[in-house]
């Protein structure tokens, strides 16, 4: 059974960064995939980053690309999403997620039904 355990949310004005963390346990193999989505209140789970492990490959969804990045450290079982240039827009509940095999990259997009594994979630404000 995978866990995933997110930090690092918190309040920050526009134009400045902040850096999730999500420190998984379980089965290596389970977790093969790992992605960052967010939800805002109203909103539908959207999918942002993703990192295919074994090879650190990486996906990312164009509203995040070129300001957010998806990282990962093996030795500490810990996936990062630094994320810079934030606007009010970002503000949301931020989660990683975990699959086996499949990252969910279908026609552009991040699907979050794929994933098996979520974190708790971690809310981030970003003020104008």
């Known amino acids: 059974q995978v866990q995933l355990v997110e930090s690092g949310g918190g309040s920050v004005q526009a134009g400045e960064s902040l850096k999730l963390s999500c420190t998984a346990s379980?089965?290596?193999?389970?977790?093969?995939?790992m992605g960052w989505f967010r939800q805002a209140p109203g909103k539908e789970r959207e999918g942002l980053a993703v990192i295919y492990t074994p090879s650190s490959t990486t996906y990312y969804a164009d509203s995040v690309k070129g300001r957010f990045t998806i990282l990962q450290d093996n030795a500490e079982d810990t996936v990062y999403l630094q994320m810079s240039s934030l606007k009010p827009e970002d503000t949301a509940v931020y989660y990683c997620a975990a699959h086996d095999w499949n990252c969910g990259v279908v026609g552009g997009t991040i699907r979050a039904d794929v994933y098996k594994y979520w974190g708790q979630g971690s809310q981030v404000t970003v003020s104008s």
């Open positions: 379980g089965a290596a193999y389970s977790r093969r995939c």
